[in-house]
């Protein structure tokens, strides 16, 4: 049972190039989350999905989209790299027992880093 | 808006105790804790309900005023293996579930011998 894998662990873009950091989950879990972590900062939404087909804005979703095409997989793609995203990027994928009891599942990180 | 953890950091030796607060502007249905230990992602703690119900780690006990909207995470007796960062997520009351959890800015423990 792997849980939550990203890849790539870490990448090196230029300023304007676009890549996708890639998210799986199999755990059948319909909630998922991109996260970005600065220093100082904590961690900030970019965007969710409460399923397959829909997905939405979080607190910072400029500069970034994503889709969900499957439960396991939620992409989050970079249109054209900025230094300002530089960051560590966790997808979480979020588990939800009923009676408001929920637990977040988070993958190991991507280190992006726009030069 | 983020939820407004202090302190940002705190340092203690082992065997003391700590608390960490969490304050949302926001009205919350539950509070999550994570700790993250450095070059790692994060992992879950403990969820406090709207309602007063608790559930998650049995040596970490936590509390959530929901009049407040101050949540506090209780650590005794700290271990060395207590070390790291510790975020409260905020799942506001009136927009969707656990997928919008809004994250404090951490607090940094440090345990020394």
New interface residues.
């Given amino acids: 049972n792997a849980g939550v894998t990203q890849t790539p662990k870490f990448q090196v873009l230029k300023t304007g190039q676009s890549m996708t950091l890639q998210c799986a989950q199999d755990m059948n879990h319909e909630y998922m989350s991109w996260y970005r972590q600065d220093p100082g900062m904590g961690l900030r939404l970019i965007h969710y999905s409460v399923g397959a087909g829909i997905t939405d804005q979080g607190e910072v979703p400029n500069g970034y989209n994503v889709s969900r095409s499957t439960t396991e997989d939620f992409p989050l793609r970079l249109l054209s790299a900025a230094p300002s995203q530089t960051s560590v990027y966790f997808c979480a994928s979020i588990r939800n027992a009923g009676t408001g009891y929920t637990e977040a599942f988070f993958g190991q990180g991507t280190r992006l880093t726009v030069v | 808006q ?1 939820p407004v953890q202090s302190p940002q950091a705190v340092i203690l030796r082992e065997g003391e105790d700590a608390v960490i607060n969490c304050s949302s502007s926001k009205a919350l ?2 509070v ?1 804790w ?1 700790r993250q230990k450095h070059g ?5 703690l403990m ?1 406090l ?2 309602g007063g ?1 608790q ?1 998650g780690h049995e040596k970490i006990s936590a509390s959530f005023n929901e009049k407040k909207q101050q949540s506090s995470l209780y650590l005794t007796a700290s271990q060395l293996s207590y070390s790291g960062t510790y ?1 409260c ?1 905020g ?1 506001p009351l009136t927009q ?11 607090t940094k423990l440090t345990v020394n011998p």
């Fill in positions: 983020q249905y539950s999550h994570y790692e992602a994060p992992v879950f969820i309900l709207k119900e559930k975020f997520g799942r969707g579930g656990s997928e919008k959890l809004v994250f404090g800015k951490g």
